[in-house]
């Protein structure tokens, strides 16, 4: 088959709704820029389990405790998924990590800030694993197998995560006039940062219409934050506390909520580098692979001490 024939047959497999697997044939830019949005998303998972685990041993009772380490666990389970998905397309876990810790690979902007109170725990679970499955529900859809069926399972842990963070500002707005204003306070300080987590507008997103087309992402990234933002406007009001945007209006006509501007360059400083936390999570991460480095290796003699003792009982 000429490489026309290929991408010809490779396209109608996606408009068709097949999925594409790891041995078919597929067009080099469609491997590369799954490589990119997985590893980025797995990098995510994974440095987003440290403004989080930061609060493990400050949590307010036992109960609190155990659902946020399973929670990071989970976080953890999420990104070895994906990891692994990303490997089914040629890539070694190094070379992976070595450009995340590098800054040739991204992670997802909202984890470069900090949590300041235990108000931000309950807000990091409803609005940024909000805005999170908001965008991996599309992505259980996706064209490349392994992917799909990574999110269609992180998706469900993700409700999990978006729930208990709901429950726990559910309580603390119940609670004391102090244990309100903080609730109100970490609203305040992660919202927007939750809208940017959607990526640029779409008219700036230079992926998008690529990937669109190849169905790896099957809602634009302004869609997606539309949806979220219809969403919360709903949730907060269960709450009793606000979103800080002067300008979020119902809209009659579009029947969405209109919403104020995001703060772009905010935006492009935190994904260059230059957050309130881009250092302290690089450095963090560099130092977990540096000391992880005896039980890889561990892992990997005890591996093949095993392969050995199998191949000596076959023989
Ligand atoms: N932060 O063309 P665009 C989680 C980059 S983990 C940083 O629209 P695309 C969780 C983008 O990479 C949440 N960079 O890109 C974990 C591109 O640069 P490159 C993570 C961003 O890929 C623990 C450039 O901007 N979720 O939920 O079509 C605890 C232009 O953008 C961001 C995923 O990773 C950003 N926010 O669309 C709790 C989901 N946005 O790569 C929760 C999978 C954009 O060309 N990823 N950029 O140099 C996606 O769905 C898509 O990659 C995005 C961006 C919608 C994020």
């Known amino acids: 088959m000429s490489v026309h024939d290929l991408e010809k047959h490779f396209q109608d497999t996606i408009d068709a709704e097949i999925k594409i697997e790891p041995l078919d044939w597929m067009p080099d830019a469609y491997r590369k820029t799954n490589i990119r949005q997985i590893s980025q998303h797995a990098h995510s998972e994974i440095v987003g389990m440290l403004p989080e685990g930061n609060w493990i041993s400050r949590a307010p009772s036992l109960k609190r405790k155990?659902?946020?380490?399973?929670?990071?666990?989970?976080?953890?389970?999420?990104?070895?998924?994906?990891?692994?998905?990303?490997?089914?397309?040629?890539?070694?876990?190094?070379?992976?990590?070595?450009?995340?810790?590098?800054?040739?690979?991204?992670?997802?902007?909202?984890?470069?800030?900090?949590?300041?109170?235990?108000?931000?725990?309950?807000?990091?679970?409803?609005?940024?694993?909000?805005?999170?499955?908001?965008?991996?529900?599309?992505?259980?859809?996706?064209?490349?197998?392994?992917?799909?069926?990574?999110?269609?399972?992180?998706?469900?842990?993700?409700?999990?995560?978006q729930r208990q963070g709901f429950e726990s500002l559910l309580v603390l707005s119940k609670g004391s006039e102090a244990q309100r204003t903080m609730c109100q306070d970490a609203i305040n300080r992660w919202w927007w940062p939750a809208l940017m987590m959607f990526g640029p507008r779409d008219s700036e997103s230079t992926n998008s219409d690529q990937s669109m087309k190849w169905k790896i992402k099957r809602k634009t990234n302004d869609e997606l934050r539309q949806q979220f933002v219809d969403m919360c406007v709903e949730q907060v009001k269960l709450l009793g506390m606000t979103l800080p945007d002067p300008n979020l209006k119902w809209n009659e006509e579009t029947k969405h909520y209109d919403f104020g501007e995001i703060d772009w360059n905010e935006f492009w400083q935190v994904v260059k580098g230059n957050g309130p936390c881009n250092l302290e999570r690089l450095q963090a991460r560099k130092k977990a692979w540096e000391e992880g480095a005896w039980v890889r290796e561990a892992a990997a003699a005890h591996a093949a001490k095993k392969q050995k003792r199998a191949d000596a009982n076959a023989a």
């Open 66 to 161: 155990a659902i946020l380490l399973a929670k990071v666990q989970d976080e953890a389970g999420h990104g070895l998924y994906l990891y692994s998905a990303c490997e089914t397309l040629g890539t070694s876990r190094e070379e992976t990590i070595n450009d995340l810790h590098s800054g040739r690979a991204k992670y997802s902007s909202i984890f470069n800030y900090p949590t300041l109170t235990w108000a931000d725990i309950g807000t990091v679970g409803w609005l940024v694993d909000g805005a999170a499955i908001m965008n991996q529900v599309m992505l259980t859809r996706t064209s490349y197998g392994p992917y799909a069926r990574a999110m269609v399972r992180i998706c469900k842990e993700e409700s999990f995560h």
